[in-house]
């Protein structure tokens, strides 16, 4: 949590109704590369003793749900986007909570989950980890973040095993995309 908060993360109230022990922290971005977009960033952190696929599955939907509610300001979808990072903690997971995390996740609508598993114990930490293209604009950055999470830049975070040429062909076009906006901005107003 304090690598988290020294990179600009505020604490903040999780319902324990929705979500029983959860800590969460959470942080708001704007970036001109984002498309002119906010994107709010929510951590979620829970220990349980066991975890199962389902309950990975279960965890992921009440935290993107929670953090959906609570962001604020414009709806979801409208120049701004929900990015949630649950992370289970457990030294107990069997294989389908393995396999889960490591899974690509669902798209939602102005909404990322990537939940991470963590084992303390065996110092395992799965969470997928290949390029998605929903997205895009956000992969370095939620990469990023998932190393603040487990503390090593050598992590095995979103964007790391294959797949880097969308994110490279992505910041090729972005710059093309700037200057067309930027030209029909002055053929508008000189016409």
């Known amino acids: 949590m304090a690598r988290l908060q020294a990179a600009g993360y505020k604490a903040v109230e999780v319902d324990q109704s929705v979500l029983p022990g959860a800590r969460a922290v959470r942080r708001?971005?704007?970036?001109?590369?984002?498309?002119?977009?906010?994107?709010?960033?929510?951590?979620?952190?829970?220990?349980?003793?066991?975890?199962?696929?389902?309950?990975?599955?279960?965890?992921?939907?009440?935290?993107?749900?929670?953090?959906?509610?609570?962001?604020?300001?414009?709806?979801?979808?409208?120049?701004?986007?929900?990015?949630?990072?649950?992370?289970?903690?457990?030294?107990?997971?069997?294989?389908?909570?393995?396999?889960?995390?490591?899974?690509?996740?669902?798209?939602?609508?102005?909404?990322?989950?990537?939940?991470?598993?963590?084992?303390?114990?065996?110092?395992?930490?799965?969470?997928y980890s290949r390029t998605v293209a929903w997205g895009i604009a956000y992969i370095d950055f939620i990469a990023e973040q998932q190393r603040l999470v487990v503390g090593a830049q050598d992590a095995p975070v979103l964007g790391t095993q294959g797949g880097r040429g969308l994110v490279w062909l992505y910041r090729l076009i972005l710059p093309v995309l700037g200057l067309l906006v930027v030209a029909g901005v002055l053929a508008y107003a000189l016409v």
């Open 28 to 127: 708001s971005d704007f970036r001109l590369t984002w498309f002119l977009t906010r994107l709010h960033t929510f951590v979620v952190f829970l220990a349980v003793d066991h975890a199962t696929g389902q309950d990975l599955a279960t965890i992921t939907d009440l935290a993107a749900e929670w953090a959906k509610r609570v962001k604020g300001g414009l709806p979801v979808g409208f120049q701004n986007s929900v990015a949630v990072i649950p992370v289970i903690v457990c030294s107990n997971a069997d294989e389908p909570a393995r396999l889960g995390a490591l899974a690509k996740p669902r798209k939602r609508f102005g909404m990322m989950t990537f939940p991470m598993l963590v084992d303390p114990v065996r110092l395992f930490v799965a969470t």
